[in-house]
């Protein structure tokens, strides 16, 4: 009976994430506007799209290393099976607030008695991109500010302190897992969390550093991807700008409460409002923030349906 409910839950599952993406496709209202724009491109521009989907594996691949990192004190797992943990997460974050249902499909490749501990590692590996987003893209939110309206910065300064002082913190916290972990180990009060943080006592300084710097690595390669959107829908803006307005960009979204679902819409109106700042054309940002969407986020959806499916109860 567990069992049929199991594959139940994963056809239906699979069923919805289908439907709403043909829903998507189906009810754009902007077909016209972006083939009309496309027509008018360069072949040469086409390069900058080819260097985005080259650039779709060595983003995941990083996130697949991380989490093998992240899981290698609690069950080995090879860098192939990592990937397709991660690729599962996206389709079950699909669907959840701040993609907080990744969880699920990483956890479904380790053995049944570590998933438990699986969901802890996995926000851990959101507060690993958290902190990568927040320290790069905090001073960039300041200077994209100067350099478009200084009249901005006094009123921020309250929010910039506050931001940089949870930063701090949360670094701190995040340095601080193993020595949090050896309490709950020694701990009689709480036999359930004990379950679920005592493994993170394994850990080292020098784990989460290593797993930090992967995180960066693929922040990195994300940017990279943003930029070579930017310039297939023909957005030129100048480097210094561009990477403070990218940083920004990404801050922007991950403050924002969404379902990763809505998540093409808050990019593209971000997209709009800080790249169109510096004198780009509004449309083409907007549709170069839900390009980057389609491909990094709906791409591993596809696949990760298919990997769900294929996945067996354990």
């Not at 050896?182 to 679920?196: G, I, N, R, V, W």
Request: hydrophobic share 50%; charged share 15%.
């Amino acid at each position: 009976m567990q069992k049929k409910f199991y594959i139940f839950i994963k056809w239906a599952f699979a069923i919805v994430a289908y439907a709403f993406l043909a829903y998507k496709l189906f009810t754009f209202e902007h077909y016209g506007e972006l083939w009309a724009g496309i027509k008018l491109f360069d072949i040469r521009q086409f390069t900058w799209l080819a260097a985005v989907f080259l650039l779709l594996t060595p983003n995941w691949m990083l996130e697949a290393r991380k989490w093998q990192l992240l899981t290698k004190k609690t069950e080995r797992i090879s860098l192939k099976t990592s990937f397709k943990a991660v690729i599962a997460g996206v389709s079950t974050g699909f669907f959840t607030p701040n993609r907080i249902g990744e969880m699920a499909g990483r956890v479904l490749y380790l053995s049944s008695e570590n998933r438990r501990k699986g969901v802890v590692l996995s926000l851990i590996s959101g507060v690993t991109m958290t902190l990568t987003i927040f320290y790069t893209g905090i001073p960039a939110l300041v200077a994209f500010l100067f350099f478009t309206d200084t009249s901005f910065i006094g009123n921020r300064l309250v929010y910039f302190s506050v931001a940089i002082f949870l930063t701090v913190l949360l670094l701190c916290i995040y340095f601080l897992l193993p020595k949090i972990g050896k309490k709950f180990a020694e701990s009689t009060k709480f036999p359930k969390l004990k379950t679920f943080f005592s493994h993170l006592k394994d850990f080292k300084a020098k784990d989460l550093f290593s797993i930090l710097c992967v995180a960066l690595a693929r922040y990195a390669v994300a940017c990279v991807q943003m930029y070579c959107t930017l310039r297939f829908f023909g957005i030129n803006i100048e480097f210094p700008y561009c990477v403070a307005a990218i940083f920004s960009n990404y801050l922007l979204i991950t403050l924002t409460p969404t379902f990763s679902f809505s998540e093409g819409a808050v990019r593209g109106s971000y997209a709009a409002l800080v790249f169109g700042a510096f004198g780009a054309n509004p449309i083409s940002c907007a549709f170069a923030g839900l390009c980057i969407w389609l491909i990094n986020t709906m791409l591993p959806v596809l696949f990760g349906t298919f990997f769900i499916l294929k996945t067996k109860k354990n």
